[in-house]
């Protein structure tokens, strides 16, 4: 993995920033926020969708860097317009005889005179059930991995539980729990967030 992150690979250096924010492997003293959120900018300034957002995470809770809201939110609106337009252009490839912005117009029918106002409808006014982004191949096979029992967690370790994740924990209380539900532990606020849509 760190040979890849040394050639610019953004999942590898995603992954290794992921390994760095929870100290895998090691002890809780072995955690380094700070060379993780260096990895996380390095991935997201390649196009790394999960690590603009796990670093707009981490600029809003102060973890790692020096808080700053206002710039986390800009961040995480950024990987949300980003992703935004990865499904565009995944439901454009899928079908592309289809128009995805095309203007229409509805009429207001709640005010006495019939006034039309152009709207964008949204992807699922057309039909379109917009698929997830895929999942990484090592990803697939760690979830598959464990779940079908020939990987063996040991006692009191868990695997994240984004479905599209697929890391274990190396140590127990290695991932942080959701603090809404209190039932589910994430790798990172990135996995939580897209679990959570």
């Known amino acids: ?20 924010f929870n100290g ?19 991935a997201s300034l390649l196009g790394h969708i999960d690590a603009l957002r796990e670093l707009g995470h981490c600029l809003q ?13 800009r961040l995480l609106i950024q990987a949300n317009a ?5 499904v565009l252009r995944a439901v454009a490839r899928s079908s592309p005889s289809a128009s995805l912005l095309t203007w229409r117009t509805l009429s207001n029918q709640s005010s006495s005179s019939s006034v039309s106002a152009a709207v964008c409808p949204l992807l ?6 917009v698929a997830v982004p895929e999942v990484q191949p090592a990803n697939w096979f760690l979830r598959e991995w464990f779940e079908s029992g020939r990987g063996v967690l040991r006692n009191g370790l868990r695997l994240c539980a ?9 140590r127990p209380h290695e991932f942080r729990r959701c603090s809404v539900c209190g039932k589910v532990n994430y ?9 959570w849509k």
């Open 1 to 20: 993995m760190a040979k890849a992150a040394m050639k610019s690979h953004a999942p590898a250096l995603y992954s290794l920033a992921v390994i760095q």
């Open 24 to 42: 895998s492997g090691g002890t809780k003293g072995d955690k380094d926020l700070r060379a993780g959120v260096a990895l996380c900018a390095r």
């Open 61 to 73: 809770d102060g973890y790692g860097v020096r808080q700053n809201v206002a710039e986390g939110r």
């Open 82 to 86: 980003r992703e935004l337009a990865f």
């Open 124 to 129: 699922s006014d057309y039909g379109y059930s």
């Open 162 to 170: 984004h479905i599209g994740c697929g890391r274990p924990e190396t």
């Open 187 to 195: 790798c990172s606020r990135g996995c939580q967030a897209l679990d």
